[in-house]
Each structure stands twice: as C-alpha cells, then as structure tokens.
C-alpha cells in the first residue's frame, strides 16, 4: 500500500509539473528522421532552431508548451532538402535576362532579341539557355560543325551594343563583335568556348553590391518556396560572399549556404592567408572549387579519345596539370576541401590521379568531384581508393540523353551518369541540380536519380540499370550532401539537437508512385524554425 500510495503520488506532481516552452510545435505530422533507424515520428519540439524533442504526438503536446503550434494534417517532413552543387549568385542576377532556355531554333532567339531591352545598367544584353542540340533548323545563318551558328545575325541587331549569348552548360557563349571588342579580344565568328567565353564575361560591368544584395533576395524566395534550406554554392568570390554574410547577419537571408570559393589568384591567395572559417551555422567556408575542363554539350568536356562526332577534338583541360597541382597542394595543407568540375573521362583520370597524389588512401579529407559524369572504367575504383565523393546532378543525364550518345559512341556511354556504380564505390552521392543550368526542383532531381527519366509522363529511361533507389536519392539530398559539407552533426536527419531544417510534402515521396511523385508539391519549409510557404514567411 505504500509503495502503491508513492506511484500515485509521483503521478499527480508530474501531472502538475509545467510544461517546458518551446518556440514552435509541428505536430500531427510523419516525420521521416532519415536517423541510423529510419525511424518516423508524429511531432517535433524546436527551440532556438532546433529540435529539442521528437516523439508521438501527446507525448510532445503533453510535454511542451508554445506561442506557435503547428498541426501538419498528415503531410510528410523529411530532412530540409540541400542542394549539393548550385550557382545561387548567377541565377539570381540572370533572373532579368533574356530567358532562352527551350528555344527551338537559332531563329526563334534571333526573333526574341528584336527590340529586347536590357535591365542591366551596363546596358550589355545577356542571355542564357540555349542548346543547339534542341534545334530542328539553324536558319540560313553561317553554321560550324558543331552546329552552332556566328554571330552574323547579332552585329547586323546590335552593332554597337555588346551582345553575349550563354548555352545552357555555362560552357560556351555567342558574342558580337561589340561584346568581344570591349573585353579586348576576337574570335571570328563569335562562339567561344571556355577560356575565351570567361573573357567576354568578365569584360561585363559588375553589379552595385546594392543589386547583389536585391536579386540574392528574390533568388533566396525561389529556392525556399522549392524546398530547399541549404545550397553549397559552386563558385563564389570572397566580395560576394560578404554580400551573403551580411545579409544573413542582417536577418533578412535565410538560407545556409556552404561555399565552395573561386580558385582566382586574388581569392586563393587571401584564404590561404586566413584558412577556413566555419564558425558561423549559416555560411561555411572551408572548400574551394576548380574548374579542370569544360562540358559535353558544347565538347569541351576532356575526353581521352576525340569526340565521336567530331573527330577532330577531344576537349582540353582547362589550365596545366602544374596549376592543379600546386593549388591542391596548397589547400591540402591549409585544411581546404577541394572540389573539382571534371566532366569528360579523361578529366575526371587526372583529377583522380592528382588528388590520390596528396589523399595517397582512406581518409577524411572528403575531397569531392563535381558532376563525374564520364568516368572510365579503370577508374572508378580510386573513388573508392581516395575516399573521393561524387557530386552529381541527376538531371544532366536525362537532358544529356537525346545526345549523349552522338558525343561519346556506345563503348564510352556505358560509363557515363553511372551514379549507381559510383555509389558502389564511394557509398555515398551528393546530389544537386546545379541551377541555372537545370530547373531549381529537389523533386525533379528525386524523380530523375529514381526512374532516370524526363520529368513528365510518358518519357522512356535512360540507362535505367544506373537508378537510385528512393531512400538513396533522399540520401543525397540530406544525409550524404551534409556529409559531403562536414556538416552531418548539425543537419541532414531530423534529430534531437540538430537544426530545425525541414521539407514538408504533400505526399510520401519513399513509397508514391512514379505518377504521384510528378504531382508531388512543397508544402513548408522550415529554416531554423521559421515557416516559409511559397518563399514567404509565416512565423
């Protein structure tokens, strides 16, 4: 009777005991922690954004108390979704640029630059999306072998406004005359690839950091309202990152970005100075990005053979393999993480070989390349040998595939977007969808690592042997990208301690259908414990 007179005791006080305060309660929800166990839960508790419980729904009703309740009526949360390879800079400052991505014909963009006005101050006309392999006709312009035609027909609109053209990749342009006059070169015809496409580029008048600040804004509702609560930025010079600092410190930019610094002179020089700087949870600095070679589109991509169309070239790496050397040196010694944009096979040989130079076996070091996307098959064990990881965008493969073949022939194409034989190697995929040059969706990057198909029904797979499963194509949208970024202690799962970073969908993506996946929509996001909908804050 005693015993029994102190449980009924104990029970009563901790009936009366005060609930703990919270700053938001999700609840009424399956949450998908993506844990060692895979375990799901029905709520969540978040305090200084960050979980502090997780657990059955009464259990966190019960327990804690707050201003902010949120009943999730049966959506799902997964792990808020990271975009492990994008250009958030870029596609901000294009937003007002002449859209060409899905043109049809050389004469369809001739007809959308008649009367285009710049919104740039510079008044320079900047365009982006084109891809001649969607082209049907290239009009009776004057046309190279590869299909890509002059610049006739953009001095006779603009003879005296520079005029720059960028294909889809980011790896070749279309200039005028005018353009390449003021960035001190030429180039007849005025397709450039790489190199020379940097030139003209570079030759553009900055925007104000004022402007920066304005587009990085409306780029930052963009990616939100898609889903996405951390983007590694892949290429970024130091000047603008403090654009994205202050913002952030401002209270104004909500997402995390980890950055993969620009590997200019200026830039490298100052952050082997002053090594990495990860002290704050918004914005890591701690890798640096090199570019080896270009892309397979516009065959700049370094392939060990020549192209299978165009026999007279095979690409070419972007610099000496001294340059790369040297630098990779640097950063290893200075604690940097080294990412590198390796395309074609024999690109991606080199970087292997120069990185297992320094990484020598096993270790922790988490070097990454980027894209990976042709790979012989004598080399996709030193993925494994070096502990190498590979950052892929699922949906190059199926906007590669209309052409893949033509470039590389069957013998090389067998070893190309083989993201689940590079899994087999390095037991983890960062993925992303290096926005602009794809769609910005986390979900279409999910459907195409799934089914390996076009995003829309009725598409045939491509090299459907390479799918991921579910579970694994979330895995390189949480779990392994936040590996891949040093940062699997504070986000990647949702767990007790980790950052209140969530994706809340409409439907199961783990267990829907192919179709119902194409129908899936972001709900909420949550960064840091603020709710977003549609890029807008709630909370």
């Known amino acids: 009777m005693r015993h029994l007179f102190i ?13 703990e305060q919270v700053d938001l309660i999700l609840h009424n929800g399956t949450f998908h922690s993506l844990n060692a166990n895979n375990d799901t839960y029905e709520a969540v508790a978040i305090r200084d954004g960050k979980v502090v419980a997780v657990g059955p729904e009464n259990e966190i ?4 108390s707050s201003p902010s309740i949120y009943d999730m009526e049966k959506k799902h949360i997964y792990p808020g979704f990271i975009d492990a390879h994008a250009h958030l800079l870029g596609y901000s400052l294009m937003k007002n640029d002449l859209d060409l991505v899905g043109t049809t014909s050389w004469n369809e963009i001739v007809e959308k630059l008649k009367g285009f006005q710049s919104k740039r101050s510079s008044g320079w006309i900047v365009g982006r999306g084109w891809d001649q392999n969607d082209w049907a006709t290239v009009s009776n312009e004057q046309v190279r072998p590869d299909g890509i035609p002059t610049n006739s027909a953009l001095n006779n609109l603009y003879p005296q406004t520079p005029v720059v053209l960028i294909r889809i990749d980011g790896h070749a342009a279309i200039a005028n005359d005018e353009a390449m006059r003021r960035a001190g070169m030429y180039v007849e015809g005025g397709v450039l690839l790489d190199n020379d496409m940097t030139k ?20 930052q509702s963009d990616c939100i309202a898609a889903g996405l609560t951390t983007i590694d930025e892949a290429g970024i010079d130091t000047d603008d990152l403090k654009i994205i600092d202050s913002l952030q410190k401002s209270g104004s930019f909500h997402l995390r970005v980890y950055a993969m610094l620009n590997a200019s002179d200026k830039d490298f020089q100052y952050w082997m100075e002053r090594g990495p700087d ?39 790496l972007l610099n000496d393999p001294g340059y790369f050397r040297f630098r990779y040196a640097a950063a290893y010694a200075r604690g940097f993480q080294v990412c590198t944009h390796a395309i074609g096979d024999s ?5 292997l070989k120069w990185y297992g130079e320094l990484l020598e076996g096993a270790n922790d070091k988490r070097w990454r390349i980027e894209h990976a996307q042709v790979v012989d098959s004598i080399d996709f064990e030193k993925f494994q040998q070096y502990s190498v990881i590979p950052s892929v965008q699922p949906t190059h493969a199926i906007s590669d595939a209309p052409w893949a073949m033509s470039r590389l022939g ?45 995003f829309k029904e009725g598409s045939e797979a491509f090299a459907s042997s390479e799918a991921l499963s579910p579970l694994e194509a979330l895995y390189g949208m949480t779990v392994w990208a936040a590996v891949s970024n040093f940062e699997e ?33 972001v709900d909420q996001t949550i960064i840091n414990g603020l709710v977003f909908r549609g890029g807008k804050r709630l909370s």
Not at 347 to 351: K, Q, R, S, W
Request: aromatic fraction near 8%.
């Open 489 to 521: 202690a504070e986000k990647g799962s949702i767990e007790v301690g980790k950052f209140a970073d969530f994706t809340v969908l409409n439907l199961d993506i783990l267990k829907a259908t192919e179709k119902e996946i194409l129908r899936a929509k």
């Open 278 to 316: 990860t002290a704050s949870s918004m914005l890591k600095v701690c890798s640096i990005k090199f570019m080896v070679d270009g892309a397979l589109g516009s065959r700049g991509a370094c392939l060990k053979k020549a192209y299978s169309d165009v026999l007279t070239t095979k690409g070419a």
């Open 61 to 64: 009703l019960n327990g804690y």
């Open 200 to 219: 003209v580029l570079n030759a553009i008048p900055m925007a104000s950091n004022k402007e920066k600040a304005a587009r990085l804004l409306e780029g």
């Open 7 to 19: 449980v009924l005791i104990s029970l009563a006080l901790a009936s009366c005991s005060p609930k």
């Open 347 to 351: 690109a991606n040989a080199e970087v």
């Open 410 to 454: 069957g013998a090389r194409l067998r070893y190309a977007y083989n993201y689940k034989r590079l899994l087999g190697y390095s037991n983890m995929l960062a993925l992303g969808t290096d926005f602009p040059v794809e769609v910005m969706d986390p979900l279409r990057t999910f459907y195409t690592a799934v089914f390996r198909k076009e």
